[in-house]
């Protein structure tokens, strides 16, 4: 996580969650399991570590923002604030072990300042059945000024045991008006903004990283490429090669966009804003050639392939697999 990322204002919809989960916390009635769940990339990590940072920031007061100079907030932004771990994944996409919820029950034992003492996960989801059950007891019996931050965009997939020990708070995704104009401020145009609240799928904090990293952005355009080439549908070679330059996790999502897309302008004749980022009469023509049966059929077909792009043993071969299914019949 970037730096910087708690000193800049929250995003308008996580301003009210915020002020109650910091009210609370100023007056020491934060629950022990605080589960926060969302869609993913609506800026649940944020409100967290935005949470925790204020409560422990030096100088600020009431529900006024951490100010981001104060030796407890460098420490906290610099990932090194004694009073807080974080645990996730040794890798993306990989589960949390039992090894490291037993570190983070042993760090919250430990006798600290007694004000708060804070875990962060992120994502919970990612939590392994032995590491999950691990944290039970501590979220039953809490050593003094303990509070468990779980974050997840799945919250089911966690075990029931464990969510009914927490409070859950929902984050609501924002409506695409007002994600849209929190964008406009990092875009030089609105134009660029829509572009990347397409490209994010709807998710504000995605579409913020692609606007502000050129490398996120590259990326995107390499999708869209290959999905453009999709749609014109040229020779099975030619779609391969186009298929090749993409990386199975962020094209799948985008290839199930798309597919949604053609659905949508069968069904409605309108194009949705991630259709608008494709030539329409390529879009159109493709969306009539597979027809609505078909085009269902490769939706809920991209849901198996987007479960599978994480533990693809040869990625460039799964998605040339892909693109031959989606042409050859
Ligand atoms: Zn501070």
């Not at 391969?240 to 993409?246: E, F, G, T, Y």
């Amino acid at each position: 996580m970037d730096a910087q990322d708690t000193t800049e204002p929250l995003p308008p919809w996580l301003q009210a969650p915020w002020q109650v989960l910091v009210q609370r916390g100023r007056a020491g009635c934060l629950p022990t399991g605080l589960l926060v769940h969302g869609a993913a990339g609506v800026g649940k990590t944020l409100l967290a570590r935005s949470l925790v940072q204020t409560l422990l920031c030096r100088q600020a007061a009431g529900t006024a923002a951490p100010c981001g100079v104060c030796n407890a907030c460098r420490a906290f932004l610099g990932g090194v604030h004694p009073e807080v771990m974080t645990l996730e994944p040794e890798d993306a996409g990989k589960e949390i072990l039992i090894a490291a919820a037993r570190e983070a029950i042993e760090f919250l034992g430990l006798s600290g300042s007694g004000e708060l003492r804070c875990v962060l996960i992120q994502p919970a989801d990612a939590l392994n059945t032995n590491a999950a059950n691990a944290l039970l007891k501590t979220l039953e019996e809490p050593p003094p000024g303990a509070v468990l931050i779980l974050v997840a965009d799945q919250p089911a997939r966690l075990p029931a045991t464990i969510r009914s020990r927490c409070e859950m708070v929902e984050i609501p995704t924002p409506d695409p008006d007002a994600a849209g104009a929190w964008l406009r401020g990092f875009a030089t145009d609105s134009e660029a903004a829509d572009e990347a609240y397409a490209a994010g799928l709807g998710r504000p904090l995605l579409a913020r990283e692609i606007l502000v990293d050129p490398e996120r952005m590259k990326q995107w355009q390499t999708d869209r490429e290959a999905l453009t080439t999709l749609l014109r549908a040229p020779g099975v070679t030619a779609m391969a090669s186009a298929m090749q330059r993409s990386l199975p996790e962020s094209l799948i999502p985008r290839l199930q966009a798309l597919l949604l897309a053609a659905q949508r302008l069968l069904v409605s004749e309108q194009v949705d804003a991630f259709g608008r980022q494709f030539p329409p009469d390529l879009l159109e023509a493709f969306a009539r050639r597979q027809g609505p049966r078909r085009l269902a059929e490769l939706s809920s077909q991209a849901r198996v392939w987007q479960r599978q792009a994480s533990r693809q043993l040869n990625p460039q071969l799964r998605l040339e697999d892909i693109a031959l299914s989606i042409l050859v019949r």
